[in-house]
């Protein structure tokens, strides 16, 4: 018969929460060093932080047994080991990165003209300028040029050996001008997107799988050094399985501030990491520098459901009746909840940042949350029916 100490045991193994993240549980698995010899394709570590030259990646993977040899390498210091690499002249032809910059620097142009776009999800609104969905607006403006810089075998490599084949990219541009401020130090999307709040109602195994189904990666446009502020790594802060809360807590991110390593970068380096691992964009102190990179968010091919469901055209039909319901007594309000949570979309994701902005938080409004919003206001049908079209339509690219 099970106690209730056991009983405390399993809950405590299941529910991670931000009061029991330990600062010297995490001391114990960041305070090491990174070992080269574990690495044999890597050409160097610097700051914990493994380098790899990119011909030297491509020469070694040029038969099927050395290319799963350097899929296994990269895919476990990503997991096991630091959890960054950063892969060096990954582009030799630098044209592509140029012809590329000049796209990225007209739209960021027409945005300041027209007011629009920028944002970032965790730093204060400033001298930084963001180009959100990089990657559709460079394909639709110049697609020979996408090409040939996607067209890059060792973004593909990164990407396969931490989701496998099939993944899907997104790509977003961060040009960080002269006196652009840090990032708060966080880990990256799904989960790292969310409030503690949230965060603590998935169960550990979520957490564990979190970080399995994107891969953070940049592609240096110009040469980034460290008074410039190239990003800031915390390396094996990946492995700490409550890391999403823990960043929540004063003493953590304390501890990042004092121990992040920074790396100077080159035009045409490439940099991937494990989304759980703690970081941030540094902070710009030169004169004149604009450090750009193009920040790529490579997506698991199993992160979709299998069939397409019209939910927008679900909640308008469902709205009025629980409204009738709920004022009639025939649904009580946790019986709401369910019914919208089985019809509406919780999920703040995919969406167009620019249209859809992550106003007052980290994550733009669900539909299930307006769905509650309305009701919890009394809003006539036409009403919730009207605003539901708009949230749709401004998810639209």
């Not at 990646?57 to 050395?66: D, L, N």
């Not at 040939?148 to 997104?170: C, D, F, K, R, V």
């Not at 891969?215 to 502020?229: N, T």
């Not at 709401?336 to 969406?351: K, L, N």
Request: proline content about 5%.
């Amino acid at each position: 018969m099970k106690t209730d100490n056991d009983a405390q045991k399993r809950k405590d193994r299941v529910w991670l929460t931000e009061a029991a993240c330990d600062i010297e549980d995490f001391r114990a698995l960041v305070e090491r060093n990174t070992q080269l010899g574990d690495y044999p394709h890597a050409m160097a570590v610097e700051k914990n932080v493994l380098l790899y030259d990119g011909k030297a990646v491509m020469a070694a993977a040029e038969t099927p047994e050395g290319r799963l040899a350097v899929l296994a390498e990269i895919c476990e210091a990503f997991s096991r080991g630091p959890g960054v690499v950063v892969i060096k002249q990954a582009y030799v032809d630098t044209g592509i990165l140029d012809a590329a910059s000049a796209i990225f620097d007209a739209i960021i142009n027409e945005q300041h003209r027209t007011n629009t776009g920028g944002g970032d999800h965790f730093a204060k609104p400033g001298a930084n300028d963001r180009i959100w969905n990089s990657l559709e607006k460079h394909c639709l403006r110049d697609p020979e040029n996408f090409a040939a810089y996607y067209g890059n075998a060792l973004i593909a490599l990164a990407s396969e050996a931490w989701l496998g084949p099939g993944y899907q990219m997104t790509a977003q541009v961060n040009r960080v001008n002269p006196g652009g401020a840090a990032q708060s130090a966080h880990r990256d999307y799904h989960l790292g997107f969310q409030t503690s709040a949230v965060i603590e109602t998935y169960p550990a195994h979520v957490h564990r799988l979190s970080p399995a189904l994107t891969l953070q990666g940049a592609v240096a446009h110009c040469d980034m050094p460290l008074e410039s502020g190239p990003t800031l790594f915390l390396p094996f802060s990946q492995a700490y399985e409550p890391g999403y809360l823990a960043l929540k807590r004063a003493e953590f991110r304390d501890y990042f501030d004092r121990h992040h390593v920074q790396l100077a970068l080159q035009k045409g380096d490439l940099v991937f990491f494990n989304p759980a691992l703690f970081h941030a964009a540094g902070t710009n102190r030169s004169q004149d520098i604009k450090r750009v990179a193009n920040l790529l968010q490579v997506s698991s091919a199993f992160g979709r459901a299998m069939e397409t469901v019209n939910r927008e055209r679900m909640s308008g039909v469902l709205y009025p009746a629980l409204k009738v319901m709920l004022a009639e007594g025939r649904l009580l309000p946790g019986e709401v909840d369910c019914a919208i949570a089985a019809c509406a979309e919780g999920y703040s994701f995919p969406t167009n940042l620019d249209r859809d902005p992550p106003v007052g938080g980290l994550a733009p409004k669900t539909q299930a949350q307006l769905m509650h919003q309305a009701l919890a206001e009394g809003w006539e049908v036409e009403a919730f029916v009207s605003a539901l079209a708009q949230q749709a339509d401004k998810k639209h690219s």
